[in-house]
């Protein structure tokens, strides 16, 4: 290589020389190294001389294969091909070659005009065409169109077809050199309207009429040749689809007709207009078309802006005399010839909008005939004048009655016009609006694509765009409603509106409107509909209410978006795949749907339909995974959805859908996993604020990514992580989101629900830190109302009310209240969402707890609690007839059995086996939710109330430890808890209350420190301090026992329970409490133990009155006092007896 | 190759960019699937008969890799490069096949829909460039470089300056020198 490095310096230094001192250097180099210095001349001649092959040509820079194309293309003079032998290159079309040849056995050298196809690469559409074009020709036997002669395989492997070989010249150039006059290139045009007329019975579009492809030959007759881009007619190859993507028929764009520029379908109009085009240009000797390129947009520009100029008025302006005398006229006269009816002739064949062109090339060919005979055109408008004018001009004799006859005529002409008019009219509009939306959805696609940002911008252009189609339609009358609201529907299809999209959309269809535009935009606006819903149906957990969702989805949106994807078929392969996809979507061939994007997305990876779709696909596999149970698939395929859309949102950075979609993939993620604790869920918390956020930033005025952020913190509230002391990290955000949502609007019942739920989360936060609800619950209720009048068919607003009454009652009767109204109400609500939702299992679960809150109070207000609950049962009981495992209702079963064992149990019976029922239910419960605090605290609970259930027995170890770890566990799921503490002490309490005597002065010191510690969280809660009192009894009795002063603690009970009372005077196990404590001081303080027994017996008499069932516990405390007054109990005795005593089973809500 | 194919290239640009070498050659690849692919529905679609528009291919390339706007223009110049080596791929492979199929001839005459392909005294010529640029890269890469931007991506000198991270004038030199040594090995 060193040599080429000598070399390259060499070629540097030579060629920064001047050309004659090259020489002298090459001859110096030669000296030294002559191999060299050959080289380096051989490298200047290459330089000098450079291969054209090798430069680019400037211009058309890299345009390197159609040269080597052009020149391989060409078979040189000799060649055989078939019977024939080529003589000569004549012409090149589009895709083929085409040869003077002759018959190799033909003696008369009879000479015809082989057409070879160039090579093609690969093009098969090419190859096809080719064939087409023999194929049609070989079927036309007409005068003026060159006949078919053979046709076969080149030796190289090229197919070609002889066809007669018309000697003669281009049309245009034919009528300048004999110097047609008008009259005489009219006729010529009539020749090949009906050549053109034969091919259209044929049901061929030529397509490419230009002067060049129609010829006249020697004895004058016209030709029609080269229909290599002819179309049969009703043949797919083309589709307005395919303008989209750029595609688009071929053509040559200067004698284009505005349907092939805008790449529409073409009928016969469009031969029709080229045909016009053919007469401008024999007329004027202009084309009609200037322009500077063959650059589509500037024709586009032309047509557009320019109405066509009329041919008298082109001669007026540049006729000159050469053009005259080609025409056999002076320029005047000239003039004058085409003025009027010629005029009128081009004007209608070169209408912009094919409706008005003349309905058939032989239609024009008449009035071009009507022109030679001097009689009235159907291009003129009938004015009576020319009419008149005309007919005098060929019946000059005739009468008045003849001319007021024709008045009469002309009458219904005009209608006709009017009517022909009027169709002309909507279907243009109906192309403006077609190229308009073509143009919003482009503007949509390109804001999407930029770097993050606020798309408002973009969004109002558009949305300007389609006020103007909306305003146009407005003026222009009913007719053009149906485009407008294509347009209009398809303009918010893009927007992302879809129930807007779709009534619109709808409105069209049903006004008559059709094409594959419509079936497209249909389809795809039924699909996300139906996509809403089903992910709307996500959230339902009932199974059948889910599957009645999904069923009316079905039937609404899904079966009729199948319908309009399985008509159309696009052509373009990106977007072939997508109804393909959408349909095994849509029928739940989930897998399949799969497959199909993943070829799409190898194959284009940066299609973004495919990422938004395969991420819809998989969440929604992972919520049926989920509901099967297969949770780690879920998880699988919800992070599959993570990786799509991220990929998308690669591309889509302004792509407000995708964050959406991402997320609700969040929020399907918070339902799927289980939670272990608050800070795994915070991460996912602040990734979907993020995304939300970015989707906010994108649409500042969509309320989707906002309620959707919504949802996301009610899905963090309900992994239940977050009830105790940080419920506010919740709350907060949550509320900032709804009040923004409610800031965007619209008004939505989904928006005002949100808002009740952001109340009511914060007024059961301050319910659980043992404030007052505040004003929550009554601004929940309030909101949740006027949700329900934005749709009264919405069931979680019913749901939210029946959860603020539940709550709030909750909290009255803790307090005192009498709660009946509240629970009431509330189960008015949670029977309405029952009845509106059969089905659905909060709906049931909430009436359920309605009334095991009403079980409650009765308990509270010495009633009999146990038909509540019963009641209760049978609603859960139904639920859990649908879905045995579901968590929510087994624990409820839990709280209304355990609610009917404590009864029992201070009704001096025996609970045990309630105890075991309750606590099967909750242990149940915590398999499906194994972290949910409130199953665990009902464990707790269920075993404290089987061991309460046998004060003769000892307690077994087994049983306390298993116990105390319950209550540890709850005491994981909850900052602070009543109920856990209540139960933690309850159960050191029964130790004590069973132990042996013996034990007593050490456990009695234990508790006492539980006690204080208890005491120091000062909860606030009547239950509570009913057990801080109970446990000063036991450690004030135990003193007793053992002979020590049982003062402090007696004075630190009495303080307890009158706090319980005072927060609750309805406590009626605290005033129970309240006797045993009297009892203890009775027995201490012999001086005053007459007083107090009577004040004992007063509030003993008091507890038996609102609780008549109370005697069990009530009994054994009279009947001490009684043994204490008639000294047959020491106060040792007492002590003991006091401390073994059991007292009211601690639950009182 | 579901997952990301757009990240992928831009990452591994940035790793190019960084200085890591083996990145282009890993690029390479990646592009040359999408510019084969973009080639073939140019020549399918057909429109201005079956030229291919190189130039064209390399800046729709990118455009699709880009999705119109953000990257720094930096990128776009290493792209170009990567864009132009998996040109010259893509012509070499035509090239290569019409060669093939000239020889293997096969072709059933009478049949119009019969896959043919013409014979092309240029596909050979592309051939034995391809293999004389071989040795140009042997010796020095960058000429090798040079002349698939300025002839198979037909970038100008300016872009094939932004392309290969030179200035223009060693860009002209180079291409002088280059064409003028390939075009002295052709001929020989």
């Given at each position: 290589m060193a040599r080429l490095a000598r070399l390259e310096r060499a070629f540097e230094a030579v060629t920064a020389l001047e050309a004659e001192r090259r020489s002298e250097y090459l001859r110096e180099l030669e000296a030294r190294d002559p191999e060299l210095a050959n080289e380096l001349s051989e490298l200047l001649d290459a330089h000098d001389q450079p291969d054209e092959r090798l430069i680019p040509r400037s211009g058309r820079r890299g345009m390197i294969w159609d040269e080597i194309e052009e020149d391989c293309a060409v078979l040189p003079a000799g060649t055989e091909v078939g019977d024939f032998r080529l003589l000569a290159k004549l012409g090149e079309g589009g895709m083929a070659t085409v040869y003077r040849a002759v018959r190799k056995t033909d003696e008369f050298h009879q000479e015809v005009a082989?057409?070879?196809?160039?090579?093609?690469?690969?093009?098969?559409?090419?190859?096809?065409?080719?064939?087409?074009?023999?194929?049609?020709?070989?079927?036309f036997d007409h005068p003026n169109i060159a006949r078919l002669i053979d046709g076969g395989m080149t030796p190289g492997g090229r197919p070609y077809f002889a066809l007669e070989l018309v000697d003669g010249q281009p049309i245009d150039r034919y009528a300048d050199e004999e110097r047609l006059t008008v009259e005489?290139?009219?006729?010529?045009?009539?020749?090949?309207?009906?050549?053109?007329?034969?091919?259209?019975?044929?049901?061929?579009?030529?397509?490419?009429?230009?002067?060049?492809?129609?010829?006249?030959?020697r004895s004058g007759r016209v030709r029609l040749l080269d229909f290599g881009i002819a179309k049969e007619l009703g043949s797919e190859d083309s589709f307005t689809l395919a303008t989209l993507a750029g595609g688009g028929s071929p053509m040559t764009p200067v004698y284009a007709s505005p349907e092939q520029i805008f790449g529409e379908a073409l009928t016969t109009a469009s031969d029709q207009y080229q045909l016009g085009l053919l007469l401008f240009e024999l007329l004027t000797g202009r084309r009609h078309h200037l322009l500077d390129g063959d650059d589509p947009a500037s024709i586009l520009r032309r047509i557009e802006e320019s109405p066509t100029t009329r041919p008298s008025r082109v001669l007026e302006n540049d006729a000159g005399a050469e053009v005259a005398h080609s025409r056999r006229a002076t320029s005047r006269e000239l003039v004058h010839q085409v003025r009027g009816d010629l005029d009128w002739i081009v004007l209608k064949a070169?209408?912009?909008?094919?409706?008005?062109?003349?309905?058939?090339?032989?239609?024009?060919?008449?009035?071009?005939?009507?022109?030679?005979?001097?009689?009235?055109?159907?291009?003129?408008?009938?004015?009576?004048?020319?009419?008149?004018?005309?007919?005098?001009?060929?019946?000059?004799?005739?009468?008045?009655?003849?001319?007021?006859?024709?008045?009469?005529?002309?009458?219904?002409?005009?209608?006709?016009?009017?009517q022909r008019l009027r169709a002309a009219r909507v279907s243009q509009f109906s192309q403006r609006v077609e190229r308009e939306t073509e143009q919003i959805e482009r503007i949509l696609r390109d804001a999407s694509l930029q770097p993050l940002h606020d798309t408002s911008r973009e969004r109002r252009i558009v949305a300007e765009r389609m006020a103007r189609i909306e305003a146009e339609a407005e003026r222009g009358g009913p007719a053009l409603r149906p485009a407008a609201d294509y347009g209009v529907g398809r303009g918010q299809l893009a927007l992302g509106n879809h129930e807007r999209a779709a009534a619109l959309l709808e409105a069209a269809w049903e006004g008559g409107f059709r094409g594959e535009g419509i079936r497209w935009a249909l389809g795809i606006v039924y699909g996300e509909l139906y996509r809403k819903e089903l992910a709307e149906a996500r959230a339902i957990r009932d199974a059948g209410l889910r599957r009645e969702r999904v069923e009316i989805a079905e039937r609404k949106y899904r079966d009729p978006a199948l319908a309009q994807l399985r008509s159309i078929a696009p052509e373009i392969e990106e977007r072939a795949e997508q109804p393909a996809a959408l349909i095994a979507f849509h029928e739940g061939r989930l897998g399949e749907a799969l497959e199909i994007i993943d070829r799409v997305r190898s194959n284009f990876p940066w299609t973004r339909w495919a990422v938004a779709v395969e991420a819809e696909i998989?969440?929604?596999?992972?919520?049926?995974?989920?509901?099967?149970?297969?949770?780690?698939?879920?998880?699988?395929?919800?992070?599959?959805?993570?990786?799509?859309?991220?990929?998308?949102?690669?591309?889509?950075?302004?792509?407000?859908?995708?964050?959406?979609?991402?997320?609700?993939?969040?929020?399907?993620?918070?339902?799927?996993?289980?939670?272990?604790?608050?800070?795994?869920?915070?991460?996912?918390?602040?990734?979907?604020?993020?995304?939300?956020?970015?989707?906010?930033?994108?649409?500042?005025?969509?309320?989707?990514?906002?309620?959707?952020?919504?949802?996301?913190?009610?899905?963090?509230?309900?992994?239940?992580?977050?009830?105790?002391?940080?419920?506010?990290?919740?709350?907060?955000?949550?509320?900032?989101?709804?009040?923004?949502?409610?800031?965007?609007?619209?008004?939505?019942?989904?928006?005002?629900?949100?808002?009740?739920?952001?109340?009511?989360?914060?007024?059961?936060?301050?319910?659980?830190?043992?404030?007052?609800?505040?004003?929550?619950?009554?601004?929940?209720?309030?909101?949740?109302?006027?949700?329900?009048?934005?749709?009264?068919?919405?069931?979680?607003?019913?749901?939210?009310?029946?959860?603020?009454?539940?709550?709030?009652?909750?909290?009255?009767?803790?307090?005192?209240?009498?709660?009946?109204?509240?629970?009431?109400?509330?189960?008015?609500?949670?029977?309405?969402?029952?009845?509106?939702?059969?089905?659905?299992?909060?709906?049931?679960?909430?009436?359920?707890?309605?009334?095991?809150?009403?079980?409650?109070?009765?308990?509270?207000?010495?009633?009999?609690?146990?038909?509540?609950?019963?009641?209760?049962?049978?609603?859960?009981?139904?639920?859990?007839?649908?879905?045995?495992?579901?968590?929510?209702?087994?624990?409820?079963?839990?709280?209304?059995?355990y609610g009917l064992g404590a009864e029992r149990v201070d009704s001096g019976l025996d609970p045990s086996d309630l105890a075991g029922e309750a606590l099967e239910n909750y242990r149940l419960a915590l398999v499906e939710r194994p972290f949910d605090g409130v199953s665990w605290i009902g464990v707790a609970g269920?075993?404290?109330?089987?061991?309460?259930?046998?004060?003769?027995?000892?307690?077994?170890?087994?049983?306390?430890?298993?116990?105390?770890?319950?209550?540890?566990?709850?005491?994981?799921?909850?900052?602070?808890?009543?109920?856990?503490?209540?139960?933690?002490?309850?159960?050191?309490?029964?130790?004590?209350?069973?132990?042996?005597?013996?034990?007593?002065?050490?456990?009695?010191?234990?508790?006492?420190?539980?006690?204080?510690?208890?005491?120091?969280?000062?909860?606030?809660?009547?239950?509570?301090?009913?057990?801080?009192?109970?446990?000063?009894?036991?450690?004030?009795?135990?003193?007793?026992?053992?002979g020590s002063d049982p003062s402090p603690a007696l004075r630190r009970g009495l303080e307890h329970a009158e706090l319980s009372l005072a927060i609750n005077p309805l406590m009626w196990s605290t005033a129970i409490e309240r006797v045993a404590l009297r009892l203890l001081a009775a027995a201490h303080q012999v001086p005053e133990r007459a007083s107090l027994l009577e004040r004992l017996r007063a509030d003993a008499r008091e507890v038996l009155h609102r609780r008549p069932q109370s005697g069990a516990l009530i009994d054994p405390l009279l009947e001490a006092a009684g043994a204490l007054e008639q000294g047959t109990l020491d106060p040792s005795g007492l002590g003991e007896r006091l401390r073994r005593y059991s007292g009211p089973f601690p639950f009182r809500r | 190759m579901t997952r990301e194919q757009g990240l992928e290239i831009t990452q591994l640009l940035q790793a190019w960019q960084g200085g890591d070498r083996a990145a282009f050659d890993q690029l390479v690849p990646l592009v040359y699937q999408d510019l084969r692919r973009v080639a073939k529905a140019q020549l399918r679609r057909d429109r201005a008969g079956w030229t291919l528009d190189t130039t064209g291919l390399v800046n729709e390339a990118y455009m699709r890799l880009v999705g119109g706007g953000g990257v720094e223009w930096n990128d776009r110049g290493h792209f170009l490069a990567v864009a132009a080596r998996a040109m010259r791929q893509v012509v070499i492979e035509y090239a290569r096949r019409r060669v093939a199929s000239k020889r293997g001839g096969g072709v059933r005459p009478g049949t119009l829909d019969e896959r043919v392909i013409g014979i092309d005294s240029h596909a050979e010529w592309l051939i034995s460039l391809n293999q004389a640029l071989e040795r140009l890269t042997a010796y020095r890469e960058r000429l090798a470089r040079v002349v698939e931007c300025r002839f198979f991506a037909g970038l100008s000198n300016s872009e094939t300056a932004e392309a290969l991270g030179t200035s223009e004038r060693t860009v002209k030199r180079d291409w002088t020198f280059a064409r003028s040594w390939l075009q002295k090995e052709l001929g020989a």
């Open positions: 082989v057409k070879v196809l160039r090579s093609t690469l690969e093009s098969e559409a090419g190859r096809s065409r080719f064939a087409r074009e023999r194929r049609i020709v070989a079927a005489e290139r009219v006729k010529l045009v009539i020749e090949v309207g009906r050549a053109l007329h034969y091919a259209h019975q044929n049901l061929v579009i030529h397509r490419d009429l230009k002067p060049s492809n129609v010829y006249v030959d070169l209408a912009r909008d094919p409706d008005r062109r003349y309905p058939t090339v032989s239609a024009l060919v008449e009035d071009l005939e009507r022109y030679l005979l001097n009689e009235p055109l159907t291009a003129r408008p009938p004015s009576v004048v020319y009419r008149v004018r005309k007919w005098v001009g060929r019946n000059r004799a005739q009468s008045v009655l003849g001319v007021l006859l024709l008045l009469v005529i002309l009458g219904s002409l005009w209608a006709a016009r009017d998989l969440t929604e596999r992972a919520h049926q995974l989920y509901l099967t149970g297969e949770l780690e698939q879920a998880g699988l395929d919800l992070e599959r959805a993570g990786q799509a859309l991220a990929s998308g949102l690669e591309i889509g950075r302004s792509d407000a859908d995708l964050y959406l979609k991402e997320c609700q993939r969040f929020d399907v993620l918070m339902q799927v996993t289980v939670w272990p604790d608050r800070t795994s869920l915070q991460p996912l918390i602040a990734n979907a604020e993020e995304v939300c956020g970015r989707a906010a930033l994108i649409r500042p005025d969509w309320v989707e990514p906002v309620l959707s952020l919504a949802s996301v913190y009610l899905a963090a509230w309900d992994s239940g992580r977050f009830w105790q002391g940080e419920g506010r990290t919740i709350t907060v955000p949550m509320r900032a989101a709804v009040e923004r949502a409610l800031m965007v609007g619209p008004e939505r019942t989904e928006v005002h629900h949100r808002l009740g739920i952001s109340e009511y989360f914060e007024g059961f936060t301050r319910v659980l830190a043992g404030e007052g609800p505040g004003e929550h619950f009554d601004r929940a209720t309030t909101a949740f109302e006027h949700a329900i009048t934005l749709d009264p068919n919405y069931p979680f607003n019913y749901n939210g009310l029946a959860l603020v009454a539940s709550t709030l009652s909750g909290w009255q009767m803790r307090h005192g209240i009498d709660p009946t109204q509240i629970i009431l109400r509330g189960r008015a609500q949670a029977v309405r969402a029952v009845e509106l939702v059969p089905g659905w299992h909060n709906a049931r679960t909430n009436l359920a707890r309605n009334y095991i809150r009403e079980g409650h109070w009765s308990s509270l207000a010495g009633s009999d609690p146990a038909p509540a609950y019963q009641r209760a049962l049978e609603a859960v009981r139904a639920v859990l007839e649908v879905n045995p495992t579901f968590a929510g209702g087994l624990r409820l079963v839990g709280q209304a059995v269920a075993r404290l109330l089987a061991m309460w259930a046998q004060p003769e027995q000892p307690l077994a170890p087994h049983d306390l430890a298993q116990a105390r770890e319950a209550v540890g566990l709850a005491d994981q799921a909850f900052e602070v808890s009543v109920h856990v503490e209540t139960i933690r002490l309850e159960i050191e309490l029964l130790e004590l209350k069973r132990a042996p005597r013996t034990e007593v002065k050490a456990l009695a010191d234990r508790i006492e420190r539980a006690l204080t510690e208890t005491a120091a969280l000062d909860l606030n809660a009547a239950l509570v301090e009913c057990s801080l009192a109970a446990g000063y009894r036991v450690v004030a009795a135990a003193a007793l026992e053992v | -």
